[in-house]
Structures are given as C-alpha cells and as structure tokens.
C-alpha cells in the first residue's frame, strides 16, 4: 500500500508493522505527531500495545526498560531536550542489553530555543552503547524501523532511528507500506534469552564488582562489532522482501570520483543534487551518506573514500573544542593507512535549521579543490564572523 | 488427657528472604521486605532504585531474595515499575504484583515525579517507601523525610535540620489513588494485613514503611523494634490507612499520648537539642497529630 505520510508518521507506521508491544513517550516538537498517530493506533486496536503517557522522557526511557525485560517489544520517540533528559538510562538500556528502538527526531538543542534541526542532541549521545541510523527519506525511516527490531534483538543493543527535523520529520513523500504478514515473516516475536519473571528469579543489574563489570562491557563492545555485518545481512534479506535494500552507508556515484562529499540525514539526500549539478559542470564528485553512524562503519569508508583524490566531510553538528563529530570519525578510521589515505576536509553547516542547499556543495567542492590539503581545521560554510 | 498447648502464628513462616545478606545489624529496612513479601508472595516482581536496598540484596551473581528485582535507577522506581508491569502483561503474565520498592530519598526526593505521574495515571503497582529518613546508602546525608531537629552528614549539628519532613502521604492522598497505608515494623501484623490489602485492590497503591536504621540514626541495633513502637504511641508517625484519598482510617490510637522526649534520647542524630528545640518539635507533632485526628474525623474511621 502506497501513501503519502510525513516523517513522524513513517516512525508509527514501522512500529506498527514491528508489532511494539510497550510504547512509552512524551511529547516534544517536533516528535509529537509520533506519539499522536501511535495513541490513535492504540486506541482503535490496529496495534495491540500498551501505550504509557508517562510525566517525562526519563520516564519513558525507564519504563521501556523495564518492559523490554519483562520480554515485551518496546518503542518510544523523542527529540534533543528530551534525548537529554533520558542520557542516564540510555547508558541503562544497553549496559542492561534491553534492545529498546526509539525514533528521535535531530532538534538543535537550547539555548536559544530552537525547534530546527541539527545533530548535537543524538550525536551527544554516540558514547551511551545505542546502535544510530540517520535516515534521509521517509521511506527509510519507516523500514530502519523495523530492521532495528531485528538487528537490536538478536544482539540485545538499543537502536535510535533519527531523522531530522521538519527536513523529514514534517515533509510528505510516498511510502510503500508491506503487508502485516511479509512484515511478520521478516521479524519474528521478541524472545529474549532470559527475561524478568517470578518463575525463574533472578537479580538483574545489581551490585557488580571491577571482577565482573570489564566482562560485561567486552561483551557489548564485541556484540556492537557484530552489527555492521548483521545490518548487512538484515538489509538484504529485507531487499529480497521488499525490494529495498538498508544497508550501512549509501554511496552515490562515488566510483570515478575526484571528491566525495561524507554526509548524513537529509543532507545526505541534498547532496545528491549537488553532486548530479557539478558533474553537470564537469566535477567528478560523489557522496558517501552515512547512515549507521554506531557503530561506525570503518570497512565501508575504508574501501568507498580511498577512491577520491579529497574527501570533504560535511557535519551538521559540531564537537566543542574539538572538530564536526564525522570529521574526527572519518579520519581516525582512516589514520595510519599511509597510500591510500586522501586528505579529509572538514566543513560545519547547516546548525540550528540554516539550510543546506546544493549550492553549498558546490561552494564546498570548490574549497575543497582549490587547496591540496585543508589548511584551517574546519571551515564554518556560511556563517556570519 | 494431657491438653496440647499450641502456639497460633500471626504471620506466615514461609521465607522469601534468606540469610547472608548484607544489611546492619538492626536494620528495619530488612524486616519490612520480609514481612512484606509474605504478605504478597512468590508471584511478585521488585523494582529496587538505588538505596541501602540495592546493596542489602546482595552482589552480583547473589541476590537474598527469592522474587526477581530489577534493579533500576534512582528516579525511575515507579516509572521502572509502570513499564515492568505493562511489559508483563504484554507476555501473558497478567498475575504477578509489580512493586515498586524504594527508599525515602527515591520517594520524597528525587524519584517524586515519576511517582506522582504513576499515581494520577493510576497504574497498577504498589509502591513501597521504606523511610529510614535520610540518604543512608551514600552516608547518612539528608532527605526531605528528614525530620525537624535531625543531624546527618549535611545538616552538622550547628545547622540541624530545620524544616519539617515533607508530608508524603498527604502528597499521595492528594492523587486520590485507591489505598495507602503507613505502616511499621514494630508492628508486623498490621505491616502484614495492609500489604495483603494493598495485593488484592486494583490500581496504584502506596505503602510508607517506617524503618529504624541505627547506622544513620546513632541509635543501638537492639533498640530499632523498641523505637517503632514509641514513634506511634507518641504519635510521631501514627498508623493509618486512606482510600480514595478522602477516608482516613487511623488504625492505632494511643490511650495515652506519650511525650517525644524519651524517643529523641534514644538516638545520636537528635543528642544535641536542647529541651527548647524538643519543646518547638513536640508543639509541630501535636500540630500534625490533630490535622490527621481532623482528616480522619471528615472522612474516616477511628479505631
Ligand atoms: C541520579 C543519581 N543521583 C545520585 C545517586 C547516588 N545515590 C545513590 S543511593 C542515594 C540515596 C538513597 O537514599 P534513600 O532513597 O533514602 O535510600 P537509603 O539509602 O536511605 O536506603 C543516592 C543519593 C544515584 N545513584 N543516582
Ligand atoms: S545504613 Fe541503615 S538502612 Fe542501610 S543497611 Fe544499615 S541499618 Fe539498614
Ligand atoms: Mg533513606
């Protein structure tokens, strides 16, 4: 069934066609038509789950945990302040191995009281041990949804499906909806090694001593490795059912490529077009859109960004003190491979909602040839000194 | 023939709580679990925040207790015990009783918004508070179940607590939730029947317990029963039970109220008030005993 929906709406639908069993959120702009449309699909029985209108984000968080332990299927959606407010128990979710999937919308976070998008509130997030996809279309929202159910529950790791603000979260496009029972034969039910129950009780997260503790996080280290492969493996099966394939990275035209542009989000989508009108100018570029950012998909840009002469990463965000967060990420990934190691640029955009057009690709491409290696730290596209 | 005096039990002997764990000697917390989980059983289903609680259970791969625990942040009791509940149902297990079991810190302080949002959505879980009036698990440090006159690690005895304990289960009236009780371990049998009360009542249930901890409290181990009865005979922390928030049923009232004095003596955390400080503490006890005498006279039960 295809429809036309917004963003927001595609995050529900996914965790309709997932069969979320436990749903706990709090409304915050721009994630409120999320929990709306889940509400309505509640009370009208298309989903049979328990929806908890809990007081705040951390509760959400907290009682999504402590269903998913119970055994039940958990989703909650939420946006920056409110991804702030739940950072405790995102470290509890995954320290817990509780696969809860949570939609959060990228919203710039305050102050200033901004509504629009950017990437400092999930990325401030990229420590806490959740699996991140950032999704550039509705569609891709909607089926990250359900493969993230797949793929968290047969590691026992949280994912967070994020799309950006207004840029996704309030556009329509088209979205081909499959049917409840392929959906189903895709995800089986949620059957977690061990479970909470007074049949067979234990403890679960007490008091654990420096002889344990170091094991329990080696573990999560070592199943976080066995994502990409696992998204791999997920993402074609899902190309099988439904002809599309959700992969870790998009790449675009990145082959004879003279640069490519590192992207993520609907900037990812942008570049695109920037890259179709400067090859219409005679610029060989190409885009890499990263979409799982955790865990970081090292074997895919070690083999994509080689290829380029210049690699320019483009980071909606930026790291305090530091550099744009895909900027650090892409190049320690390729530190110390001394041949085929182009040199990376690295480029802040578009914070706080300011456009990304594809004439910013250009003017960035043009930067980015125009020197053999960057001779600033990060460039700032744009913005009034 | 001989007649056989037997010994009638007013409390089951079933244990759901073994030895070896990790409490202090005299520690009231440990006989309000007890007590409480005979009174609901097997099928029940803990969720312990941080507190003295999350140590008293004992480390991991050990646990002194035969009910799963989950143990959960420390602000996120009920909201944890809200989600379990949810979660179980979802899988079939419509049965088992989801307690929400916290300290006065995780109840009072900073667990009080997730309860609050608990009980006004009237979720079915009883909710527990074993109140040992301070942050005991971090070091004794204040709460706001403090009570007037109290030293701990943050209120030095130059600058002794000087508001009153919050009033908590006025608090919980005020969500109109179907039943609450205070209770005490000094008094096992009426600790008993309220949490065998609370299992059978549908909705969001508050029990505040009471609980004499005599490392934070500079009192003797041996005297932790004694106290629990003193504190209800001088009508400190008086025993009763509200339904719906409107009917206040006092469950014990003393022939004879009984002066703070001797109850302050026993404890280090009160030894340096001086008898005007304990005359100023008697005259906010009266205040509350007869506000809780009027509350039950509206709209309740005397005993
Ligand atoms: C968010 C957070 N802040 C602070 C702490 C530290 N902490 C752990 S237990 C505790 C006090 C618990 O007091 P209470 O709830 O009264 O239980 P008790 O230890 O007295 O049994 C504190 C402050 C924590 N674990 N989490
Ligand atoms: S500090 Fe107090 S409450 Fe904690 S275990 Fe010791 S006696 Fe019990
Ligand atoms: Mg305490």
């Not at chain 2, 289903?45 to 035969?66: E, K, N, R, T």
């Not at chain 2, 508001?163 to 009426?190: G, L, V």
Request: proline share 6%; net charge neutral; hydrophobic share 35%.
């Amino acid at each position: 069934m295809k429809k036309v929906i917004m963003g927001n709406h595609a995050l529900s639908w996914g965790a309709q066609l997932g069969r979320a069993q436990v749903i706990a959120a709090y409304p915050i702009t721009p994630q409120t038509q999320v929990v709306e449309l889940l509400s309505e699909m509640c009370a009208s029985k298309t989903l049979d789950a328990k929806f908890i209108k809990v007081e705040s984000e951390h509760s959400a968080m907290a009682a999504c945990i402590a269903a998913s332990i119970a055994g039940a299927r958990t989703f909650t959606a939420t946006s920056a302040q409110g991804l702030a407010l739940m950072h405790e128990l995102l470290h509890w979710a995954s320290g817990g191995r509780n696969p809860v999937v949570m939609g959060n919308i990228n919203r710039a976070m305050a102050p200033g009281w901004s509504i629009w998008t950017d990437q400092n509130d999930s990325l401030s997030q990229r420590d806490t041990g959740w699996i991140q996809f950032y999704c550039s279309s509705n569609q891709e929202v909607m089926d990250t949804v359900v493969q993230a159910f797949r793929v968290s529950e047969e590691l026992m790791i949280p994912s967070m499906v994020i799309l950006d603000a207004f840029a996704l979260s309030h556009t329509y496009e088209v979205v081909d909806i499959p049917d409840q029972d392929k959906v189903d034969g895709y995800l089986p039910p949620f059957k977690p090694p061990v479970r909470l129950t007074p049949s067979d009780p234990h403890a679960f997260g007490g008091l654990t001593s420096p002889e344990h503790y170091f094991e329990l996080r080696y573990k999560l280290q070592k199943d976080m490795e066995k994502v990409p492969d696992l998204v791999e493996e997920t993402g074609r099966e899902y190309e099988k059912l439904f002809g599309r394939y959700l992969g870790q990275v998009e790449d675009y035209r990145c082959d004879d490529a003279e640069i490519i542009f590192v992207t993520s989000g609907t900037a990812g989508y942008t570049a695109r077009v920037g890259v179709d009108q400067l090859r219409q100018d005679g610029i060989k570029a190409g885009n890499l859109r990263i979409k799982m950012f955790r865990p970081f998909p090292f074997a895919k840009v070690r083999e994509i960004l080689p290829r380029a002469a210049k690699v320019a990463v483009v980071d909606r965000n930026i790291s305090y003190g530091h550099h744009g967060v895909f900027y650090q990420e892409v190049k320690s990934a390729l530190y110390g491979r001394d041949h085929d190691r182009p040199p990376v640029f690295g480029y802040i955009t578009g914070l706080g909602g300011r456009d990304i057009m594809p004439e910013t690709f250009k003017e960035m491409a043009r930067m980015t040839l125009a020197k053999d290696k960057p001779e600033e730290d990060i460039t700032w596209m744009g913005v009034k000194r | 023939m001989k007649k056989e005096k037997t010994m009638k039990l007013s409390l089951p002997t079933d244990e759901l709580m073994s030895s070896g764990h990790l409490a202090c000697q005299g520690c009231a917390a440990t006989l309000a679990m007890r007590y409480v989980l005979k009174a609901l059983g097997q099928k029940t289903a803990l969720c312990i925040p941080a507190c003295c609680w999350s140590v008293i259970d004992g480390p991991f791969p050990y646990s002194s207790l035969d009910v799963p625990i989950f143990h959960c942040a420390f602000e996120t009791a009920a909201s944890s015990a809200s989600g379990l509940k949810a979660g179980l149902e979802m899988v079939g297990d419509t049965e088992t009783t989801v307690v929400a079991w916290a300290g006065d810190g995780g109840t009072f302080d900073i667990g009080i918004q997730a309860l609050s949002g608990a009980a006004e959505r009237n979720d079915d879980i009883i909710y527990i508070c074993y109140d040992n009036e301070a942050y005991m698990n971090t070091g004794i440090q204040r709460s706001s179940a403090t009570p007037l006159g109290a030293w701990t690690t943050t209120t030095p005895v130059k600058h002794f607590k000087n508001r009153p304990k919050k009033d908590i289960d006025a608090i919980m009236a005020a969500h109109r939730i179907p039943y609450q009780a205070t209770a005490n371990t000094s008094y096992p049998e009426d600790l008993y029947k309220k949490a065998k009360k609370a299992k059978d009542i549908k909705g969001t249930r508050f029990l505040h317990i009471y609980a004499p901890c005599p490392t934070g409290w500079k009192s003797r181990p041996e005297d932790s029963i004694k106290l629990g009865r003193m504190v209800v005979q001088n009508c400190i922390f008086p025993l009763y039970e509200v339904e719906d928030g409107e009917k206040y049923t006092l469950n014990i009232k003393p022939r004879e109220k009984k002066p703070i004095n001797d109850y302050f003596r026993l404890q280090g955390r009160f030894r340096h008030l001086k008898d005007e400080d304990l005359k100023l503490i008697q005259e906010e006890v009266d205040r509350n005993w007869e506000r809780l005498l009027k509350k039950v006279e509206i709209g309740g039960q005397q005993p």
